[in-house]
């Protein structure tokens, strides 16, 4: 029976799939993406729908959801002598369609150091390496030490180790293989991962370093210094939906991808032409040497202009674009759509958007920036059936 991706995406948007598979195991994903693949059916995996924005034409092809859930420690467990093995490491192997929040949740009570200020956010646990999903200084290359996926192109079950999956900022060598190609969907398909954690002392003493300022002053500790595990989830947890960015049903400000955009990243020069108070942190260099800094998207956003809450009145679809309407079948945004009301980064849809009413503001948005501060805006959710 086929579903709307409204129903399947944290936005709430996107049109029915031809076909879906609700894959309870691993074995059920591949071998649903092995026969479309076989077919030459498009194909899309589908974990929270966190981080997926579909055509409200739909997908002319097969959705897998992967529905497989567990945790299993595979190094590092034994504690049976009752001894104190605080600072010991603990390999977890979590499958591909678990609730990444649940498992951090399971990591903290069970007094594993290592993902809590990654709390919160939506989504699968199979998902978070493919755009090496990061917060509050942490990301989850830090922790990974390998996945298994299903290689599509050697039609085989491998093993990729972090530096197989080069990761970026918001990026791997997954995600480059969709952007690369213009493919719905990755040559690998995740289907558990595997995270290198230690273990907190048997007094709840912290493990990991707090390595973002504004948590560090909540938390009421040093930058680079160290908090209890539950603490550190319980403060990041109250950031996070202070900003509309842990999902609630009854919160239209949390129906989106969360960032909308990433940080731009720009050579350092750039940070000249901005007005004073830009933020920009430094970010390596380019290939040829150049320095890079990385620029605040949410700052260049409101500066140009969008502050939160901000939305639009029925606009005409935009020319040569997806022939959109707004769900009224009349204009677009329409005040369906607007920027979040608690965080200038996320394009939300305030109950009864289409996608092409919530890609209306974000183009809006993005042309803004660069109209104001000559800087692209990069999209950081998966587009699929239309564009930006
Ligand atoms: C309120 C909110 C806050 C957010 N905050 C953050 C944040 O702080 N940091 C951050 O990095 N992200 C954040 N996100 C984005 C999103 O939650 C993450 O990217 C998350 O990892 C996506 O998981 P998902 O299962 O929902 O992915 P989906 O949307 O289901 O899929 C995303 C992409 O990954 C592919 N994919 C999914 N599962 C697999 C798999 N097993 N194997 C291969 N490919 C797969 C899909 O095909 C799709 O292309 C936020 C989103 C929301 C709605």
Not at 171 to 179: T, W
Not at 313 to 336: T, W
Request: net charge negative; aromatic share 4%; charged share 20%.
């Amino acid at each position: 029976m086929s579903e709307r991706l409204a129903e399947h995406t944290t936005t709430r948007v996107g049109g029915p799939a031809r076909a879906w598979v609700t894959a309870r195991t691993e074995a059920e994903a591949v071998e649903a993406v092995r026969a479309a693949d076989a077919a030459g059916e498009p194909v899309i995996v589908l974990g929270g729908g966190s981080n997926t924005l579909m055509a409200d034409a739909g997908f002319p092809g097969t959705v897998v959801r992967l529905a497989f859930d567990g945790i299993e420690v595979l190094d590092g467990g034994a504690d049976a002598d009752g001894g104190d093995h605080a600072g010991e490491a603990v390999v977890v192997r979590i499958a591909a369609g678990h609730p990444w929040d649940d498992a951090v949740a399971w990591t903290v009570e069970h007094g594993l150091g290592g993902i809590e200020a990654l709390s919160g956010i939506p989504g699968s646990a199979g998902a978070t390496p493919v755009q090496n999903v990061g917060a509050y200084g942490a990301d989850v290359s830090q922790v990974l030490v390998s996945l298994r996926a299903w290689d599509r192109e050697a039609g085989a079950v491998v093993e990729l180790t972090t530096a197989d999956l080069a990761f970026g900022y918001r990026d791997s060598v997954i995600k480059r293989s969709m952007l690369e190609t213009g493919a719905p969907s990755p040559r690998w398909i995740v289907l558990s991962i595997d995270l290198r954690l230690r273990r907190a002392s048997a007094a709840a003493e912290p493990t990991a370093p707090v390595r973002y300022g504004q948590l560090a002053s909540a938390l009421d500790v040093e930058e680079g210094t160290h908090a209890p595990l539950a603490v550190v989830r319980r403060e990041v947890l109250a950031l996070r939906a202070a900003k509309g960015m842990v999902s609630d049903p009854d919160d239209p400000d949390t129906w989106s991808t969360g960032s909308y955009f990433t940080n731009p990243i720009v050579p350092a020069a750039v940070r000249a032409t901005l007005p004073e108070g830009a933020p920009a942190f430094a970010a390596g260099h380019a290939e040829d040497g150049t320095p890079l800094v990385k620029l605040s998207a949410a700052w260049l956003i409101d500066h140009a202009g969008f502050a939160k809450g901000f939305g639009l009145p029925d606009v005409a679809p935009r020319e040569g674009g997806p022939d959109g309407r707004g769900a009224d079948g009349a204009g677009l945004a329409g005040g369906r759509a607007s920027v979040s009301t608690k965080h200038t980064l996320a394009m939300t849809n305030r109950g009864d958007a289409s996608t092409e009413d919530v890609l209306t503001i974000a183009r809006t948005v993005r042309d803004g920036v660069k109209a104001r501060f000559g800087v692209d805006l990069h999209p950081e959710p998966m587009i699929i059936g239309t564009s930006l």
